[in-house]
């Protein structure tokens, strides 16, 4: 496992969270900024794409004083760290850095860095750097903003502590020292009424297969963490072994998948979706990826997406019976 003191021979340093920030990436970042900020070193945390709207996420930057910041442009860092993300994927916006670092949780995607540590094995990125923090003896019994922010992004990311397989998963929740008001404020915060308006309606949006037992939603344009969020709605109906919840805007197609089918991995069902036109990444369960409005309609200059979604699942479907 790659050591963070490794990294310390490099001063400015900048940390990018994967676009559409969510709890898991944000934490797992501000770990990494209070680790090089301690070194003295010249360090930020940040993110692009689109502008921060979740309720939740704004309240917990603003409750745990998270110095987050968000960027259009960067200068050539002498080191650029993506965390919860892989370097020059779709979720990530890509920028020049003279050495690249990648920590993550995510099933690999051939990626080229300088620098990696990605364990799939993981529930959260936030376990991945509450692990590096401890290797380096760095103390986070003094910081309850961080230690309360690795909790948050492991109980997000794990589906609320059900998913937690992995000891390190299950050590780190029940080791650190947290803000449980924080914590209470920050789950009943996670949606707006839009938020809930667009779900309910992706959700009466339905198109099932009862055969193989999948379902596909289609979405109105929304932050890609909402997509997450009706995926697992949905994927707890008790006819359906997997979901697929899409939206579509200009720049292409964002989707997202959840599977308890043991013989079909969420991941390989994203890639196999995008192949071609996009990218993707995640877990067996759980995965999600982008698919190029440019690419996509050069070849299909005349199909509907929604019978695109129903018909690649099918495919897949024969493919791994």
């Not at 940390?15 to 301690?38: E, M, R, V």
């Not at 890639?271 to 990444?281: A, L, P």
């Not at 190029?292 to 929604?306: L, T, V």
Request: hydrophobic share 35%; aromatic share 10%; proline share 2%.
């Amino acid at each position: 496992m790659l050591k963070l003191s490794t990294l310390l021979k490099f001063n400015n340093i900048i940390i990018q969270c994967h676009d559409n920030p969510d709890a898991d990436t944000i934490a797992s970042g501000y770990g990494l900024y209070c680790y090089f900020k301690s070194h003295n070193k010249s360090v930020k945390l940040i993110y692009s794409g689109n502008i921060i709207t979740k309720p939740n996420i704004i309240l917990m930057i603003d409750l745990l004083k998270i110095p987050i910041e968000h960027v259009t442009t960067l200068k050539n860092p002498d080191l650029l760290i993506t965390v919860d993300c892989q370097y020059a994927q779709s979720n990530v916006t890509k920028f020049p850095g003279e050495n690249i670092c990648i920590f993550d949780h995510h099933i690999t995607n051939n990626t080229t860095s300088d620098f990696n540590c990605i364990h799939p094995n993981l529930a959260s990125c936030s376990t991945l750097i509450w692990m590096l923090l401890n290797k380096e003896n760095f103390s986070l019994n003094n910081n309850i903003s961080l230690s309360t922010a690795l909790y948050y992004g492991l109980l997000t990311d794990s589906n609320n502590f059900s998913e937690l397989y992995n000891e390190n998963d299950r050590t780190m929740k029940d080791s650190l020292t947290f803000d449980i008001y924080i914590i209470k404020q920050l789950i009943n915060s996670n949606l707006s009424l839009n938020d809930l308006t667009t779900a309910g309606l992706a959700l009466l949006n339905c198109k099932m297969n009862k055969k193989n037992r999948f379902a596909t939603f289609k979405s109105d344009p929304c932050d890609p963490n909402i997509l997450g969020f009706i995926s697992d709605l949905a994927i707890q109906v008790d006819t359906i072994d997997t979901c697929i919840v899409y939206y579509e805007n200009k720049d292409g197609i964002k989707f997202s998948i959840r599977s308890c089918n043991n013989k079909l991995k969420a991941t390989e069902l994203a890639e196999f979706i995008s192949k071609n036109y996009g990218s993707s990444g995640g877990h067996n369960h759980k995965a999600g990826g982008f698919i190029s409005a440019e690419s996509f309609y050069k070849i299909h200059k005349s199909i509907n997406i929604s019978n695109y979604m129903i018909n690649k699942t099918e495919e897949f479907f024969l493919h791994i019976n």
